[in-house]
């Protein structure tokens, strides 16, 4: 099978369709650091460019089109212009080349499709109803979705012959010690698949937890995930639990409040490309009697009397290596571009923070390549 970006980002989706085999044939990127980093791990992969300059009938046919279309406009954090923002319209951009690319060559067979779970709410929930419709028009010319009260989290849409599902991945369930819930969508242009690639249980490596509830605690392999991500896995016998500082709380005032509790227990808050969040390490090393005292000790930052009780903590950011674990990408990921220079922790923080979480995407093509369907 093959593969095809569009706002291709630093190859989530090809890093995770190579894994299972899938060729990645080309992608549309514009952000310079984010296409020196893929050209430098998929040098073979053709770049396209601006998707507004693309013709999907003049470019290579491919089985399996993903996009993660811009998102600032539907999300929480921006501006909440919905579809009709300048950045999050270039989804009919990216459903104009798939329609294109099917009226000439009947390709591709799929699409998977990523944005913010704030698509449900956009425009009072048209704006989702835009998004299905124009996938489910790609299979079938003028047909029209109704709208309901309530987006849900999870859904369908069965055609005659083609079949489109979404459902909500939080991808601290899949692999990752990071709180990032992201809509996927799956579209199959041939069939009905597309609920039993989402939903039907499989058994299968990736096949992490199903169907975790908002709200449940991180499981333990998330907990030893987090601290292994942030450099401290090994030393478990002398920490207490590790926690992550919401990045948009740190230097404000104390009444100022923070998007949420500010604070999570071994789990990372959602990466993007404003905030760097921060670790905060508790360590306790248990008591030392008063003519133990060292320069170690004194570093502290409770020390008692007599007998001591030594509890350090230190509060960092998280760097550019431990956001690539966040996001499940191999370490040093983003570290290089094509041409073998570094790229600068700006650039860095901010190409992960827009990236698909690998395991969700590694999930879904595996589903696609190996037809457990």
């Excluded at 808050?269 to 008063?290: C, E, I, M, P, W």
């Excluded at 999930?363 to 390549?369: Q, W, Y």
């Amino acid at each position: 099978m093959t593969l095809g970006s569009l706002f291709d980002g630093i190859g989530g989706f090809p890093l995770a369709a190579s894994r299972f085999g899938i060729k990645p044939i080309w992608a549309s990127e514009i952000e310079l650091p984010c296409i020196s980093i893929t050209k430098r791990h998929f040098p073979s992969m053709k770049h396209l460019g601006d998707i507004t300059k693309i013709s999907g009938a003049g470019i290579k046919p491919v089985d399996i089109i993903t996009f993660g279309s811009p998102c600032q406009d539907l999300s929480i954090a921006g501006k909440r212009e919905g579809l009709q923002g300048s950045r999050s319209n270039l989804f009919m951009e990216a459903a104009r080349v798939i329609k294109e690319m099917r009226g000439k060559y009947g390709k591709p067979d799929y699409i998977v499709w990523e944005n913010v779970p704030g698509a449900f709410r956009a425009n009072r929930g048209r704006d989702f109803q835009t998004v299905i419709e124009e996938i489910a028009r790609i299979a079938e010319t003028g047909i029209s979705i109704p709208r309901p009260k309530k987006w849900l989290a999870a859904g369908t849409v069965m055609g005659d012959c083609w079949s489109l599902a979404w459902r909500v991945l939080d991808a601290r369930y899949w692999g990752v010690p990071q709180c990032r819930k992201r809509i996927f969508l799956v579209a199959d242009f041939r069939g009905q698949s597309a609920p039993e690639i989402l939903f039907k249980p499989g058994g299968l490596p990736w096949d992490s937890a199903e169907g975790k509830e908002a709200g449940e605690e991180a499981p333990a392999s998330a907990e030893r995930g987090f601290r292994k991500a942030v450099g401290i896995d090994g030393y478990n016998q002398n920490l207490l639990p590790s926690y992550c500082i919401q990045g948009n709380t740190i230097g404000r005032s104390d009444n100022a409040g923070a998007a949420g509790k500010g604070v999570n227990k071994d789990v990372s808050f959602t990466l993007n490309t404003v905030d760097r969040h921060a670790v905060f390490k508790f360590q306790s090393f248990g008591q030392y009697k008063q003519s133990d005292k060292s320069k170690t000790l004194m570093a502290c930052d409770d020390i008692t009397t007599g007998d001591l009780v030594m509890d350090c903590f230190k509060v960092r950011r998280l760097t550019p290596l431990e956001c690539e674990r966040l996001m499940g990408f191999p370490d040093g990921w983003s570290e290089l571009g094509h041409d073998n220079k570094p790229l600068s922790d700006t650039a860095r923080y901010r190409a992960l923070g827009n990236s698909v979480a690998v395991p969700c995407a590694e999930f879904i093509m595996g589903r696609l390549e190996h037809g457990r369907l």
